[in-house]
């Protein structure tokens, strides 16, 4: 088949593209951690879609997970044989969202109810995932509406749990040993404008919850308390300075090229104003540059609090959220990163650029595995942004590279 003919194709299913774009959107897939009820609505409308399109086989690997209705968390896997199974493609990406965050700053629509304005798709989800989900299933239809067999099988992997961790998503399917050695994997849940970088590596994440306790006064008699959110603000920016301090090198193969400490989110603490503080939480987002050892760091972060603690009095708790660590890619030994490089070049005429991001993907597992992921698609950074939208154009122009990708 003539590669002309596909991208032809994929042109023609340009709009069909932004109405499963829409159809999905219009669906909240919150998880429960942030007061949602899952993805299990969205699953379904996604498996009608998969179904039209006449996949040789769907399936569902879904998680248990009390906390929503119905008690289970869908993963669902799209397959296109190919004329060889002995090892497969696959390209993962996530359909449960972040929360709309203020209703008040949402100007063009509302965040479930999407809408097109001048070429773009806005609504929660939209480039965060939805974008590169549409994408990747629009480029088998086309090439199964053209007769095309790809060269190994193709699978499509929708995650969920993405956005808090990938316990019922991603890690959950390579517990099930989905995904053999050999096997090449697509995220497509990262990238730049113009689609020129390929991300090989990611930073460790370490995210912690530290929580710094003191005694609840009047606060007219500060001195019958401990007050804890001062205590909390001095603990907190005293770790922020030793670890940006100790943990300073910089590698330009990341951008940023540092590693990041950074507070985030804070508790409540007292409900009136005139309330002394017994209580103060605040989280930390960590993303350590591969050449540090992310135990080490946890290390270094408990003994500074313990002696902060014992020189002030106060009692410190710290509770680690989420630790990853996140090896790289072996580049020049890459087979998936030269098939991308060669999609880019003839699709775009696009050479294309390796490197590691601060972000967390999917792709971090599979290479805890020993499996070739690579991070790539063409964004604008609308992620978790009010407003969110997805370029249209962005859409169809990768769905145009993951065909290449599937035909070899």
């Keep these: 088949m003539n590669k002309a003919t596909v991208l032809a194709q994929i042109d023609n299913l340009s709009q069909e593209m932004v109405d499963a774009l829409m159809s999905l959107i219009r669906i909240p897939a919150v998880a429960p951690e942030n007061g949602g009820d899952g993805e299990e609505q969205k699953a379904q409308c996604l498996i009608q879609i998969l179904e039209s399109i006449g996949f040789d086989k769907i399936e569902r690997y879904d998680a248990a997970d009390e906390r929503v209705s119905g008690g289970l968390r869908p993963n669902i896997v799209a397959y296109f044989d190919g004329f060889s199974d002995e090892r497969r493609l696959w390209i993962v990406t996530h359909f449960d969202v972040v929360p709309p965050g203020r209703l008040d700053m949402w100007t063009v629509t509302e965040p479930f109810n999407p809408v097109v304005v001048n070429g773009c798709v806005f609504g929660r989800g939209s480039e965060d995932n939805g974008q590169s989900l549409v994408a990747s299933v629009f480029a088998l239809k086309a090439l199964k509406l053209l007769g095309v067999r790809p060269s190994i099988t193709v699978g499509l992997v929708f995650v969920a749990d993405e956005e808090q961790g990938s316990k019922y998503g991603i890690q959950h399917l390579l517990d099930l040993g989905l995904f053999r050695q050999g096997d090449l994997v697509v995220v497509p849940d990262g990238g730049v404008e113009d689609g020129s970088f390929i991300e090989v590596a990611e930073k460790s994440i370490l995210w912690f919850k530290l929580c710094v306790w003191g005694r609840q006064a009047h606060g007219s008699r500060p001195c019958d308390g401990l007050n804890a959110h001062r205590a909390g603000m001095q603990v907190v920016l005293a770790l922020d300075k030793m670890l940006h301090r100790k943990y300073s090198k910089r590698d330009l193969w ?122 790539w698609s063409t964004i604008n950074w609308m992620a978790h942004q009010p407003n969110e939208y997805a370029q249209i154009s962005n859409m169809v122009q990768d769905a145009k590279i993951f065909a290449l990708l599937a035909m070899g």
Excluded at 313 to 336: C, F, N, R, T, Y
């Design 254 to 375: 990341f951008d940023v090229p540092t590693s990041t400490f950074e507070p985030t989110q804070k508790d409540s603490n007292v409900e009136a104003v005139n309330i002394i503080p017994g209580e103060d939480v605040t989280y930390f987002d960590c993303r350590i540059l591969p050449l540090y050892n992310v135990d080490t760091v946890l290390s270094d972060i408990n003994i500074f609090l313990d002696s902060y603690a014992k020189k002030t009095g106060l009692k410190i708790d710290l509770e680690v959220l989420q630790k990853k660590v996140s090896p790289m890619l072996e580049v020049a030994s890459s087979e998936i990163v030269l098939m991308l490089k060669g999609a880019l070049k003839e699709v775009r005429d696009i050479d294309a650029t390796v490197g590691g991001v601060g972000g967390g993907s999917c792709a971090a597992f599979f290479r805890e595995q020993g499996i070739q992921a690579v991070v």
